[in-house]
């Protein structure tokens, strides 16, 4: 009787479970001659699966196959699964490695506890025997690295410095209507031509007229004037 292969696409995720207990996730790179290129979540080269191979931890239910679906997901969302792990920054994919472990140790333990509650902290415990050793010295050497990179960059007074000599160097243009432009403006405003611009009064602003005085003047009684 003749197998017929299960079908899978680019971008599908399968858990496959070993005879160790322990489970994987792969996703989909591409399908071969005879089976699929399947690339391992933790980072590790990517490996090709046969057809049989598949078939037998599907029909053992040790192979869980989730379909990657983007249309039933946010823009957003799907932006982030079409990045590649090498994309993410050390810290990010350091931390998605850790709940990985911590979620795989759950997944393994589930069989073994009588509530999820008792497995998940069975995982805890377990996931952190066996790393915190290593974790605490990465941490270490994360926060020593950041410690580095935040010495390097320029404080306020560096700032400040540099600002100062940019500005003697580079003197800047006050904008037009700045205090700083306003006698250059002038020279520049056309004037009367009947206008002494040597004379302070031509500056002055014009007399108002004096209309409420003549009216009532007793010399203008009349309304006429002398």
Same mark, same amino acid.
Not at 123 to 145: R, Y
Not at 192 to 216: L, N, T, V, W, Y
């Given at each position: ?10 971008? +599908? ?13 792969? /996703?989909?790179?591409?399908? !071969? #001659?005879? /089976?699929?290129?399947? !690339?391992?979540? +933790? ?6 699966? &046969? ?23 946010? !823009? ?5 699964? +079409? ?17 990985? @472990? ?20 069975? $995982?805890?415990? @377990? ?16 926060? $020593? !690295? ?11 007074? +560096?700032?400040? %410095?540099? #600002? ?9 243009? @006050?904008?037009?209507? =700045?205090?700083?432009?306003?006698? @250059?403006?002038?020279?520049? #405003?056309?004037? =009367?031509?009947? $206008?002494? &611009?040597?004379?302070? &009064? ?14 009532? %003047? ?5 309304? #006429?004037?002398?």
């Amino acid at each position: 009787m003749t197998v017929v292969p299960l079908k899978f696409r680019p971008g +599908d995720t399968l858990a496959i479970r070993d005879a160790a207990g322990e489970t994987a996730l792969w /996703g989909v790179v591409e399908p !071969k #001659r005879g /089976g699929y290129l399947l !690339k391992p979540y +933790d980072g590790s080269d990517p490996r090709t699966w &046969s057809d049989d191979d598949l078939d037998d931890a599907y029909g053992s239910r040790q192979l869980t196959h989730f379909p990657y679906d983007p249309r039933s997901l946010p !823009k957003s969302l799907v932006e982030i699964l +079409d990045k590649t792990w090498e994309y993410w920054p050390k810290e990010v994919r350091r931390e998605a490695e850790r709940r990985l @472990a911590y979620v795989s140790m759950a997944d393994t333990l589930l069989s073994t506890h009588p509530t999820k509650l008792q497995a998940f902290e069975a $995982a805890a415990e @377990a996931v952190h025997a066996a790393h915190h050793e290593m974790w605490k010295i990465e941490d270490q050497e994360f926060a $020593a !690295k950041r410690a580095g990179e935040e010495a390097a960059l320029p404080t306020e007074t +560096d700032l400040g %410095h540099r #600002r100062s000599r940019r500005t003697a160097s580079h003197p800047q243009t @006050a904008p037009p209507n =700045h205090p700083a432009m306003v006698p @250059a403006l002038e020279q520049l #405003r056309p004037r =009367h031509p009947f $206008a002494d &611009s040597s004379s302070a &009064s031509a500056r002055q602003p014009e007399a108002r007229p004096a209309i409420c005085f003549q009216r009532h %003047h007793p010399l203008h009684a009349d309304g #006429r004037g002398g």
